[in-house]
T-cell receptor, first 116, second 112 residues
Protein backbone atom coordinates (compact mmCIF):
# COMPACT_ATOMS: atom_id res chain seq x y z
CA UNK A 1 0.00 0.00 0.00
CA UNK A 2 1.11 3.54 -0.61
CA UNK A 3 2.14 5.55 2.38
CA UNK A 4 4.11 8.71 3.06
CA UNK A 5 5.63 9.22 6.49
CA UNK A 6 6.93 12.49 7.80
CA UNK A 7 8.01 11.52 11.29
CA UNK A 8 8.96 15.05 12.35
CA UNK A 9 5.80 16.83 13.44
CA UNK A 10 7.49 20.10 14.28
CA UNK A 11 11.03 21.43 14.06
CA UNK A 12 12.37 24.68 15.49
CA UNK A 13 15.70 26.12 14.40
CA UNK A 14 17.48 29.40 14.79
CA UNK A 15 17.97 31.50 11.69
CA UNK A 16 20.99 30.53 9.56
CA UNK A 17 20.96 26.95 10.79
CA UNK A 18 20.63 24.13 8.28
CA UNK A 19 17.62 21.87 8.67
CA UNK A 20 16.60 18.58 7.05
CA UNK A 21 13.01 17.45 6.73
CA UNK A 22 12.59 13.71 6.41
CA UNK A 23 10.22 11.86 4.10
CA UNK A 24 9.90 8.10 3.83
CA UNK A 25 7.50 6.50 1.38
CA UNK A 26 6.06 3.09 0.57
CA UNK A 27 4.89 2.06 -2.85
CA UNK A 28 4.31 -1.13 -4.81
CA UNK A 29 5.04 0.50 -8.14
CA UNK A 30 8.28 1.04 -10.01
CA UNK A 31 7.02 4.22 -11.64
CA UNK A 32 6.01 6.97 -9.28
CA UNK A 33 6.52 10.63 -8.53
CA UNK A 34 7.58 12.39 -5.38
CA UNK A 35 6.80 15.97 -4.49
CA UNK A 36 7.52 18.56 -1.85
CA UNK A 37 5.11 21.39 -1.15
CA UNK A 38 5.32 24.36 1.18
CA UNK A 39 2.30 25.78 2.98
CA UNK A 40 3.02 29.19 4.52
CA UNK A 41 0.69 30.73 7.12
CA UNK A 42 -1.40 32.20 4.31
CA UNK A 43 -2.58 28.64 3.61
CA UNK A 44 -1.80 28.36 -0.09
CA UNK A 45 0.18 25.30 -1.12
CA UNK A 46 3.32 26.11 -3.07
CA UNK A 47 5.00 23.52 -5.27
CA UNK A 48 8.72 23.05 -4.61
CA UNK A 49 9.87 20.00 -6.55
CA UNK A 50 8.69 16.94 -8.48
CA UNK A 51 10.95 13.92 -8.94
CA UNK A 52 10.18 10.76 -10.90
CA UNK A 53 11.29 7.37 -9.67
CA UNK A 54 13.87 6.93 -12.43
CA UNK A 55 15.77 10.07 -11.61
CA UNK A 56 17.83 9.64 -8.46
CA UNK A 57 20.04 12.59 -9.12
CA UNK A 58 20.02 14.95 -6.18
CA UNK A 59 18.84 18.46 -6.87
CA UNK A 60 19.87 21.83 -5.53
CA UNK A 61 17.89 25.01 -5.99
CA UNK A 62 19.34 27.94 -4.15
CA UNK A 63 19.20 27.16 -0.44
CA UNK A 64 17.02 24.11 -1.05
CA UNK A 65 18.33 20.64 -1.81
CA UNK A 66 16.72 17.24 -2.09
CA UNK A 67 18.23 13.81 -1.49
CA UNK A 68 16.36 10.98 -3.20
CA UNK A 69 17.45 7.49 -2.10
CA UNK A 70 15.45 4.63 -3.57
CA UNK A 71 17.39 2.10 -1.49
CA UNK A 72 15.91 3.57 1.68
CA UNK A 73 12.69 4.90 0.10
CA UNK A 74 13.48 8.36 1.29
CA UNK A 75 13.18 11.80 -0.25
CA UNK A 76 14.63 14.24 2.26
CA UNK A 77 14.60 18.00 1.94
CA UNK A 78 17.33 20.25 3.31
CA UNK A 79 17.20 24.01 3.76
CA UNK A 80 20.61 25.61 4.12
CA UNK A 81 21.04 28.80 6.12
CA UNK A 82 17.38 28.90 7.08
CA UNK A 83 15.48 32.18 7.16
CA UNK A 84 12.40 33.30 9.05
CA UNK A 85 10.46 33.28 5.76
CA UNK A 86 11.05 29.54 5.55
CA UNK A 87 8.65 29.06 8.46
CA UNK A 88 5.81 26.97 7.11
CA UNK A 89 4.36 23.49 6.99
CA UNK A 90 6.13 21.30 4.46
CA UNK A 91 4.38 18.35 2.84
CA UNK A 92 5.93 15.41 1.07
CA UNK A 93 3.70 13.59 -1.42
CA UNK A 94 3.71 10.46 -3.57
CA UNK A 95 1.86 9.94 -6.83
CA UNK A 96 1.60 6.58 -8.57
CA UNK A 97 -0.60 4.90 -11.12
CA UNK A 98 -2.92 2.24 -9.82
CA UNK A 99 -5.48 0.38 -11.93
CA UNK A 100 -5.55 3.06 -14.59
CA UNK A 101 -5.90 5.96 -12.21
CA UNK A 102 -3.50 7.95 -10.11
CA UNK A 103 -3.25 7.82 -6.36
CA UNK A 104 -1.89 10.92 -4.75
CA UNK A 105 -0.88 10.57 -1.12
CA UNK A 106 0.37 13.32 1.17
CA UNK A 107 2.33 12.97 4.39
CA UNK A 108 1.05 14.64 7.53
CA UNK A 109 3.45 17.53 7.12
CA UNK A 110 6.32 18.95 9.16
CA UNK A 111 5.89 22.37 10.74
CA UNK A 112 9.14 24.31 10.52
CA UNK A 113 9.67 27.30 12.78
CA UNK A 114 12.68 29.46 12.08
CA UNK A 115 13.42 31.81 14.93
CA UNK A 116 15.17 35.12 14.44
CA UNK B 1 -0.39 34.17 -9.01
CA UNK B 2 -0.96 30.43 -9.40
CA UNK B 3 -3.49 30.50 -12.19
CA UNK B 4 -6.02 28.61 -10.08
CA UNK B 5 -8.77 30.61 -8.42
CA UNK B 6 -11.37 29.53 -5.91
CA UNK B 7 -14.56 31.19 -4.74
CA UNK B 8 -15.67 31.88 -2.16
CA UNK B 9 -12.59 32.14 0.04
CA UNK B 10 -14.65 31.75 3.19
CA UNK B 11 -18.03 30.12 3.68
CA UNK B 12 -20.18 29.58 6.73
CA UNK B 13 -23.20 27.36 6.26
CA UNK B 14 -25.76 25.57 8.34
CA UNK B 15 -26.27 21.85 8.16
CA UNK B 16 -29.44 22.20 6.11
CA UNK B 17 -28.00 24.60 3.54
CA UNK B 18 -26.96 23.87 -0.01
CA UNK B 19 -23.91 25.68 -1.34
CA UNK B 20 -21.31 25.25 -4.06
CA UNK B 21 -17.58 25.83 -4.19
CA UNK B 22 -16.13 26.96 -7.49
CA UNK B 23 -12.67 26.43 -8.92
CA UNK B 24 -11.31 27.84 -12.16
CA UNK B 25 -7.92 27.20 -13.73
CA UNK B 26 -6.37 29.43 -16.40
CA UNK B 27 -3.43 27.16 -17.18
CA UNK B 28 -4.84 25.01 -19.97
CA UNK B 29 -4.55 21.91 -17.81
CA UNK B 30 -6.45 18.67 -18.37
CA UNK B 31 -6.76 17.41 -14.81
CA UNK B 32 -8.42 18.97 -11.79
CA UNK B 33 -8.65 17.87 -8.17
CA UNK B 34 -10.54 18.54 -4.94
CA UNK B 35 -8.69 18.09 -1.64
CA UNK B 36 -9.83 18.44 1.95
CA UNK B 37 -7.46 19.67 4.63
CA UNK B 38 -8.62 19.24 8.20
CA UNK B 39 -6.71 20.34 11.27
CA UNK B 40 -3.90 17.94 12.22
CA UNK B 41 -4.70 15.51 9.41
CA UNK B 42 -2.94 14.93 6.11
CA UNK B 43 -4.38 16.30 2.94
CA UNK B 44 -7.15 14.05 1.65
CA UNK B 45 -7.70 13.63 -2.05
CA UNK B 46 -11.45 13.70 -2.69
CA UNK B 47 -11.98 13.72 -6.44
CA UNK B 48 -9.90 13.69 -9.61
CA UNK B 49 -11.15 14.72 -13.03
CA UNK B 50 -9.27 14.12 -16.24
CA UNK B 51 -10.67 15.70 -19.40
CA UNK B 52 -13.94 16.33 -17.57
CA UNK B 53 -14.36 12.70 -16.56
CA UNK B 54 -14.08 11.60 -12.96
CA UNK B 55 -11.21 9.14 -12.55
CA UNK B 56 -10.90 9.02 -8.80
CA UNK B 57 -13.38 9.07 -5.95
CA UNK B 58 -11.85 8.36 -2.60
CA UNK B 59 -14.93 7.09 -0.77
CA UNK B 60 -16.29 10.58 -0.25
CA UNK B 61 -19.77 10.86 1.31
CA UNK B 62 -22.55 11.64 -1.13
CA UNK B 63 -23.23 14.98 0.56
CA UNK B 64 -20.25 16.14 -1.51
CA UNK B 65 -21.06 16.17 -5.22
CA UNK B 66 -18.46 17.28 -7.77
CA UNK B 67 -19.16 18.66 -11.19
CA UNK B 68 -16.73 19.36 -14.01
CA UNK B 69 -18.57 21.07 -16.89
CA UNK B 70 -15.36 21.73 -18.83
CA UNK B 71 -11.61 21.39 -18.36
CA UNK B 72 -11.32 24.86 -16.83
CA UNK B 73 -14.03 24.68 -14.19
CA UNK B 74 -14.67 22.42 -11.25
CA UNK B 75 -17.46 22.68 -8.71
CA UNK B 76 -18.08 21.00 -5.39
CA UNK B 77 -21.76 21.00 -4.47
CA UNK B 78 -22.46 20.73 -0.76
CA UNK B 79 -25.68 19.71 0.96
CA UNK B 80 -26.65 18.60 4.46
CA UNK B 81 -23.09 18.81 5.69
CA UNK B 82 -21.94 17.93 9.19
CA UNK B 83 -19.80 20.04 11.54
CA UNK B 84 -16.90 17.63 10.99
CA UNK B 85 -16.90 18.69 7.34
CA UNK B 86 -15.49 22.05 8.40
CA UNK B 87 -12.10 22.30 6.74
CA UNK B 88 -10.05 24.00 4.08
CA UNK B 89 -11.08 22.75 0.64
CA UNK B 90 -8.33 23.02 -1.94
CA UNK B 91 -8.66 22.82 -5.68
CA UNK B 92 -5.70 21.94 -7.89
CA UNK B 93 -4.96 21.34 -11.55
CA UNK B 94 -2.19 19.69 -13.51
CA UNK B 95 -1.29 19.21 -17.14
CA UNK B 96 -2.15 15.54 -16.78
CA UNK B 97 -3.12 13.29 -13.88
CA UNK B 98 -0.10 12.55 -11.71
CA UNK B 99 1.88 15.56 -12.82
CA UNK B 100 2.82 18.66 -10.94
CA UNK B 101 -0.21 20.16 -9.32
CA UNK B 102 -0.94 23.85 -9.02
CA UNK B 103 -3.13 24.73 -6.06
CA UNK B 104 -5.72 27.41 -5.55
CA UNK B 105 -5.91 29.45 -2.33
CA UNK B 106 -8.63 27.26 -0.87
CA UNK B 107 -12.08 27.83 0.59
CA UNK B 108 -12.30 27.86 4.36
CA UNK B 109 -15.61 26.14 5.13
CA UNK B 110 -17.31 26.25 8.51
CA UNK B 111 -20.42 24.16 9.10
CA UNK B 112 -22.53 25.31 12.03
Amino acid sequence: AQKVTQAQTEISVVEKEDVTLDCVYETRDTTYYLFWYKQPPSGELVFLIRRNSFDEQNEISGRYSWNFQKSTSSFNFTITASQVVDSAVYFCALSEEFSGTYKYIFGTGTRLKVLA
Amino acid sequence: ETGVTQTPRHLVMGMTNKKSLKCEQHLGHNAMYWYKQSAKKPLELMFVYSLEERVENNSVPSRFSPECPNSSHLFLHLHTLQPEDSALYLCASSQRVGGREYFGPGTRLTVT
